[in-house]
């Protein structure tokens, strides 16, 4: 998979979205600010969500269209409300994305329904992420596959069998370049309740990349996400917290996220090859190692014992392995203390 001929897998460093979603705050200029900064720490890509109130919603207060959750950072609020409140006009999505192309960064969007995937296929988007609670939408699905862009679908919530359901969607619409996911629809979600472990599996069931929209506070469940296989991290992005918004609460702030990009990439660089017995990088350490050596001076004739046979550093004699076996032998010649062993010491 590619993104703007970016190679997005396991032979690249990690591919990190910045999601502002909500967080420019109804300002425009806020959120030319949140492109720069999210530039300036290390986002390869700046991710927009593309939608109205009315194309996600309905304008109702009847059950289920307000949230009564105590444990929500929203409760108590009309889904057609928090959603207006969210939104990121359309008319800025032209602006914003000239902004990250003058920093040579992707920016792409979650689109809610098909007016929004024609509109950004006019302003000529480089990929297209679907939202995990949109992961069943397979029409949806069908209808961005069909654009030919690269896909990332996350996958919160969702089952095997609706996983599995939503890439065929997308494979069958002659889409292949394709990457799941793994998420936890919490807000924010704890690291307890985010389970990386599923990465590697995910990977194995389904045949396509695997990443992680993370919605936990920090960066250590990211680091570990890498550490299992993750290709792409997407974190939700702010100037500052205290500044609020609808996801200022579980959102990196710029400092923040250049510390996830230096350690996801420290922890990508750190996965290399399954190796045994030293790189060559270590070579010049080896020489520390443990080894056998004279410890007493010796005549010629005299026989090694637990005295004048150590096994010590520097790593010039033989092997500590041989030591039990040299109990007992001759040397051929006088041997000065500090005498590393060798087999033609030997009588």
Same mark, same amino acid.
């Given at each position: 998979?590619?993104?703007?001929? !970016? ?16 967080? *420019? ?67 800025? *999505? ?8 003058? *920093? ?118 990211? /680091? ?6 993750? /290709? ?13 918004? /609808? ?85 051929? !010649? ?14």
């Amino acid at each position: 998979m590619q993104i703007n001929g !970016r190679p997005i897998g396991l032979d690249a460093r990690p591919y990190l979205i910045a999601e502002m979603s909500g967080n *420019h705050n109804h300002s425009l200029d806020r959120a030319l600010e949140i492109v720069d900064a999210a530039a300036e720490s290390g986002a390869d890509a700046i991710k927009l969500q593309t939608y109205t109130a009315d194309t996600i919603t309905l304008d109702c207060d009847g059950p289920g269209f307000v949230i009564e959750d105590e444990n929500s950072l929203w409760n108590g609020r009309r889904l057609h409300e928090l959603y207006d409140e969210a939104h990121t006009p359309w008319d800025w *999505h032209g602006p914003i994305i000239e902004r990250a192309r003058k *920093h040579g960064i992707d920016c792409f969007s979650s689109p809610f329904d098909d007016s929004a995937v024609d509109f950004l296929e006019r302003l000529d988007v480089p990929a297209y992420k679907i939202a995990s609670f949109e992961s069943i939408d397979l029409p949806l699905i069908r209808k961005v596959a069909a654009t030919g862009k690269p896909m990332i679908i996350s996958t919160g919530m969702a089952s095997v069998v609706e996983i599995g359901e939503a890439i065929r969607a997308a494979q069958e619409a002659g889409n292949e370049q394709l990457c799941i996911l793994k998420c936890t629809s919490t807000y924010p979600a704890t690291p307890e309740n985010t389970n990386i472990r599923t990465i590697a599996n995910m990977r194995d069931t389904f045949g396509v990349e695997v990443g992680l929209s993370d919605h936990t506070m920090g960066t250590g469940v990211a /680091v570990g996400a890498v550490a299992l296989g993750a /290709v792409l991290i997407e974190k939700h992005f702010t100037l500052r917290r205290a500044d609020g918004g /609808v996801d200022s609460a579980f959102s990196l702030e710029p400092a923040e996220f250049q510390a996830l990009r230096d350690e996801t990439e420290r922890a990508w660089q750190a996965l290399g090859q399954v190796t045994y017995g030293g790189t060559m990088a270590e070579e010049g350490s080896r020489q520390f190692r443990r080894s056998l050596y004279v410890a007493q001076d010796m005549a010629e004739g005299d026989v090694f014992t637990e005295t004048n046979l150590r096994s010590v550093r520097p790593g010039f004699g033989l092997p500590p392995r041989h030591y039990d076996v040299l109990l007992g032998k001759r040397v051929n !010649r006088a041997c000065p203390k500090g005498t590393p062993v060798s087999w033609d010491l030997i009588a």
